[in-house]
């Protein structure tokens, strides 16, 4: 998330597309609502259903799931036709003006970018990338590359004319026809969102995983990335790229390296093919591109060091500071989540540890999830309920490969639980969607044996080093033996201050700064990532993350709010990563003489002192700025040469219209998801992402393309009812009489004609499995036109299960329907766009009392 919640309120114009805010994001909706009565920003609802976000929104338009890049694309080519560009934010903050590799080229007989080699379902990209000027004279040293620029945007090799040229064939008709907006729609979405590419507007985007749970989910993101850049919306208030989180603390779990690929502050995980931590820094270290860019990833070294300092303490010594008893990943191995279900289920991983999730409901084809379950040794179910993940022995409808149903005396798997404690019997920090790490409390011990997570991971983590320690010939017992610990533990008890100071870092000996006229001493806190260092003298647990624990203490709990007025940046409430930065890139929200664009909306300008045309002192006011180096003009319009490129992060300075990057391609293509009711792709001839993974076993099929079987797309969602897969939701009798079973909407047309009443139980069945829901015709749903053929999509919230309601009647999780497939960068399941048929169901079923006693929580 670029901007944060209340930033919201500063838009114009906010684009809500793949999620449903009202309902599961009231948080954010209040901010937009703001926006709309205080300021009379538009509010513009894109969604395969009317929700009740669009019943507050003042556009709404409809298209099927799984046609998003064809939409946005529409808005490219909306933009770029009409040149509603923000050019003067393009051309100097952007690689729009980057001439391109003469042999890049998009095949539009193939559908696919060059370089692509079908047997590997993956791209050799050695034609992505820019033309680089070279030196003037043949003696002459350059000290970064410089690529070559058109800053007219009329040179054809350039991105701008690419991507232009790409998005031609995105117009009106064929989008009208891929996505089913209707025509007059679309024109009224492009007209209204465009008009923020000015200085004198600003527009957002609000996404949540409507958009990312796609095989071309990362390149839903880029294609509205790429909007915001042309219109110039990105580092402004009110602008930005704003995600949705489903959960809390979404945004600091993965900032902390919830995920397999990377290790906290987004340091890259290292391969088995970087034996030391030299060879790790030269294969992630960026060269930098053009002399002004600050290339902020140069930066590297210092960041990993003091990571690894934080984590093995005086154990970790040069040169390679511990990097040896980290783990490594063997190179070309995907370790996502679905690929851990298809390594479980062949036998080849013997333990697992399901803390804190329920993926017997939440993963995609749960069916395969549930009989991957069964192929373990041992099961370790961390929770605060009983869960359909730790009793998956006990599954009325479990069966393996060949459709043999398996009770508990077929399953070898050893189940133990371990009941923890829910978020309010804890203390800790939260990072919300906005980046703010904001601290919470505990409000109540937890019940029972129920303990804290690091309780249990101290009890855990005591025996294992009991074992390392004791037992001679334990295999590669360093990690535990010496990675830091004890410091975070009053005995038994966890003290989280303790892991908040660790996170933020601190100098591990006396340390001076000439430069800077800065001395610190052994044991201060880090105030910042720029005084780290590679040299193994300072340590932080995660870079992004110095500063927030500083010698007035612990920034997360301070609770400050701005005078009335202003933008809301609340600089003193909370603290935000990078520095407490509120909004990212903000010095491409001034001009190339530090001017905001526009006053009213300030977030940084520049203040230094001026001399005959020149500045003379460096000095921003308004959120910190990214990085405190002069503008790129002085007042007199002379070009300085200690200036920087404002999007730091990247080795060229400038943000990335064209990406390369990505798997599947620079530029967003649209490509239909794995299951489609079309035949084929209108806008190009691959039907299916060409870098996307499909898997093809026994239990991962696939429906075929216009399947007369499943012929519905079908998507699924969240209800404001229930949270995730319900695990807390559905053990709470008020909830659970507000929506006390698993339902399906469709059309009334689509209930007309399958004889389908209200109330009737219905059988939703995939290639994969059939769930029994409650009907739900309703006007929220309608028809599409596709290709000249009637679609019709209905709805399944994901958030039921077997478990409880224990008399079964909930039904079970719309995820035994869901496909085994990847977006071809983060392996994210596609759960939002799948074929399904509906029937009246022949089971009998006794509609579910509402009121009927559930089993309250135990220890």
Request: aromatic content about 10%; charged content about 25%; hydrophobic content about 35%.
């Amino acid at each position: 998330m670029t901007n944060h919640w209340i930033d919201l309120r500063n838009s114009d114009c906010i684009l809500i597309m793949g999620a449903n805010p009202a309902e599961n994001h009231p948080v954010s909706m209040r901010w937009a609502l703001k926006a709309r009565d205080d300021r009379g920003a538009t509010l513009i609802s894109v969604d395969p259903r009317y929700t009740r976000t669009s019943a507050v929104a003042d556009i709404v338009a409809r298209l099927r799931s799984g046609t998003d890049i064809a939409f946005l694309g529409g808005m490219i080519r909306y933009i770029t036709q009409n040149d509603l560009i923000h050019r003067d934010y393009v051309v100097h903050y952007t690689n729009a003006a980057f001439l391109i590799d003469e042999r890049f080229e998009f095949d539009e007989a193939e559908g696919v970018f060059s370089g692509y080699n079908s047997s590997t379902r993956s791209y050799d990209k050695t034609t992505w990338r820019y033309q680089l000027e070279k030196p003037a004279r043949a003696d002459e040293v350059q000290t970064a590359a410089e690529p070559k620029r058109d800053p007219t945007l009329q040179d054809p090799r350039c991105v701008y004319q690419l991507l232009k040229r790409h998005f031609a064939r995105y117009d009106l008709d064929t989008v009208s026809s891929v996505t089913g907006t209707p025509k007059q729609d679309l024109e009224r979405v492009y007209r209204t969102y465009a008009a923020t590419g000015s200085p004198e507007r600003a527009g957002t985007i609000m996404y949540a995983m409507g958009w990312t749970q796609h095989t071309v989910g990362t390149q839903n993101i880029r294609a509205m990335a790429v909007i915001q850049l042309l219109l110039g919306n990105i580092g402004r208030a009110g602008g930005g790229i704003n995600a949705l989180r489903g959960e809390s603390n979404v945004q600091g779990s993965t900032d902390h390296g919830l995920l397999f690929h990377t290790w906290p502050g987004y340091l890259k995980v290292p391969k088995a093919s970087q034996p030391t931590l030299k060879h790790y820094h030269n294969a992630h270290t960026p060269t930098q591109l053009g002399k002004l860019s600050a290339n902020w990833w140069a930066n590297y070294p210092k960041y990993s060091v003091s990571f690894l300092k934080s984590m093995f303490g005086r154990s970790a010594r040069a040169p390679d500071f511990g990097y040896q008893w980290l783990p490594k990943l063997d190179d070309g191995v995907d370790y996502s989540w679905l690929s851990i279900f298809e390594e479980m289920l062949a036998g080849n991983i013997k333990g697992f540890f399901a803390w804190g999730q329920n993926p017997a409901c939440s993963g995609a084809n749960a069916n395969k999830i549930r009989l991957a379950l069964t192929r373990l040794d041992w099961l370790v179910n961390v929770n605060i309920f009983p869960n359909e993940t730790g009793w998956f022995w006990d599954d009325a409808n479990l069966v393996d490969e060949q459709g043999r149903r398996l009770g508990p005396e077929d399953i070898k798997t050893e189940v133990f639980v371990l009941p923890a404690a829910v978020s309010v019997e804890k203390e800790g920090s939260v990072t919300n969607s906005g980046r703010w790490m904001q601290w919470r409390y505990r409000a109540a011990d937890p019940p029972g044996e129920a303990r804290p997570d690091a309780e249990i991971m101290n009890l855990i983590y005591r025996e294992l080093r009991k074992l390392c320690a004791n037992d001679p010939d334990a295999v590669f017992p360093e990690p535990i033996l010496n990675v830091t610990w004890d410091k975070y533990f009053d005995g038994d008890k966890f003290d989280p201050h303790a892991v908040a100071r660790e996170i933020n870092g601190e100098f591990l000996e006396d340390v001076e700064f000439p430069n800077r006229n800065r001395r610190f001493k052994k044991g201060d806190p880090v105030p910042g990532f720029g005084f780290l260092k590679d040299d193994g003298s300072t340590s932080s647990g995660d870079w992004l993350y110095c500063g927030s624990y500083a010698n007035e203490g612990n920034m997360a709990r301070r609770r400050q709010r701005d005078p009335e007025g202003g933008i809301g940046l609340h600089a003193h409430w909370a603290w935000s990563w990078p520095a407490n930065r509120r909004i990212l890139y903000s010095r491409a929200s001034v001009d190339l003489k530090g001017r905001s664009w526009e006053e009213q909306r300030r977030v940084v300008a520049f203040a230094g002192e001026v001399e005959n045309g020149k500045y003379v002192t460096k000095r921003w006011q308004g959120d910190v700025p990214d990085g405190g180096w002069y503008p790129l003009q002085n007042p007199d319009g002379t070009v300085r040469q200690d200036a920087k490129h404002p999007f730091i992060m990247l080795p060229d300075g400038h943000a990335q219209v064209f990406a390369a990057g990505l798997a599947e391609g620079p530029f967003p293509e649209h490509y239909e998801p794995l299951e489609t009711p079309l035949s084929r792709n209108p806008l190009n001839p691959q039907l299916l992402n060409p870098a996307a993974r499909p898997w093809a076993s026994e239990v991962d099929r696939s429906a075929e393309n216009a399947s007369e079987e499943f012929p519905y797309v079908c998507s699924t969602y969240r209800v404001t009812e229930h949270w995730q897969s319900g695990v807390m939701t559905r053990h709470c009798p008020w909830l659970l009489e507000l929506q006390p079973q698993l339902f399906v909407e469709m059309s009334f047309e689509l209930a007309e004609e399958k004889g389908i009443r209200p109330g009737d139980w219905v059988d939703v069945s995939s290639v994969r499995g059939t769930v029994t829901a409650v009907a739900l015709p309703t006007a929220r749903l309608k028809p599409f036109t596709i290709e000249g053929k009637t679609v019709h999509q209905v709805g399944l919230p994901w958030c039921f299960g077997w478990k409880m309601p224990t008399d079964g009647t909930g039904g079970d999780t719309a995820n035994l329907l869901t496909p085994n497939v990847g977006d071809a960068n983060t392996m994210i399941p596609e759960t939002k766009a799948f074929l399904v048929n509906l029937r009246k169901s022949v089971r009998k079923r006794t509609p579910r009392n509402p009121l009927v006693d559930v089993n309250q929580r135990k220890s």
